[in-house]
């Protein structure tokens, strides 16, 4: 029988194949949803933070863990009803309008997932009217923006005013990031945050809803 510290090192190496398999035998075991997601899962997740962050890991094996941990994931979801999931906060995420870039996106999102953020990822090249519809159907507490492109990132300027026009601004948090951008940028476009990698955004979004990582 597997233990919680083989899954938890499975999603450490990255082992999408042995995480599926270690989660759905726990599964058939009658062991807990959450005690799979948090004791195993999440447990290796925070181990590959703390590498990553030491730059001991890098980005091609934080996705592969990632990728892994999610393949684990999607075997539990069914088995948690939506009320039992402890969710920390809602994030609506996405890649501004006329950029395509998703992989840095992407992993912000599942690292975010694996804090317990209920995410909400629109996808790319996402105008700003999208992001307005996207807060006021899912109310979220932070409104992600990523951008790859210098000339895509005045994007999220653009976003920020519209929210400001449609009223909406005082009712989230907006976090900006992606290569080109900066913590001055963020500061000149009037964000409320910026993170630098998918761990860095992790902290701002704990931060930000006023709860400890
Ligand atoms: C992969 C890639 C592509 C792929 C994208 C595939 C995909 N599905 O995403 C493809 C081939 C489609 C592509 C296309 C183009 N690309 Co490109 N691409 C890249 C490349 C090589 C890697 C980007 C990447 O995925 N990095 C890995 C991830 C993990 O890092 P990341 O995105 O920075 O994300 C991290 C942080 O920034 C942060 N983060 C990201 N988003 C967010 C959001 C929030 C809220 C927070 C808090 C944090 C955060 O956390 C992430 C994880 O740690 C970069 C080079 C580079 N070094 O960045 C060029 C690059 C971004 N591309 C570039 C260009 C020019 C293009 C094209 C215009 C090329 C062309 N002539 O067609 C097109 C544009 C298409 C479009 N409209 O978007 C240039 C941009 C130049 C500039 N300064 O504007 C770059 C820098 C390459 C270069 N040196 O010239 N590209």
Do not use: W
Not at 166 to 180: F, H, S
Request: hydrophobic share 45%.
């Amino acid at each position: 029988m597997s233990s919680f510290n083989d899954l938890a090192e499975s999603v450490i190496t990255g082992n999408f194949g042995k995480v599926k398999e270690i989660t759905q035998e726990m599964i058939d075991k009658g062991i807990g949803p959450l005690e799979i997601i948090n004791d195993g899962l999440i447990a290796g997740m925070n181990v590959v933070g703390v590498r990553f962050k030491a730059e001991d890991m890098f980005v091609p094996e934080v996705m592969m863990s990632a990728k892994a941990m999610a393949g684990g994931m999607e075997l539990v979801k069914p088995l948690i009803a939506d009320t039992d999931m402890p969710s920390v906060g809602t994030v609506v995420l996405g890649t501004v309008k006329g950029d395509l870039h998703d992989i840095g996106k992407s992993l912000v999102a599942m690292i975010l997932e694996s804090g317990g953020f209920k995410v909400v990822n629109l996808g790319t090249d996402i105008a700003p009217e999208g992001f307005v519809k996207a807060i006021r159907e899912h109310k979220p507490q932070i409104v992600g923006m990523s951008a790859l492109l210098t000339t895509t990132m005045l994007n999220m300027k653009a976003t920020i005013e519209l929210l400001k026009e449609e009223g909406l601004r005082d009712q989230v948090k907006v976090i900006v990031g992606g290569a080109p951008v900066s913590q001055s940028f963020a500061d000149e476009i009037g964000a409320d945050g910026y993170g630098s990698d998918a761990m860095v955004a992790k902290d701002l979004c704990f931060k930000l809803v006023g709860k400890a990582s």
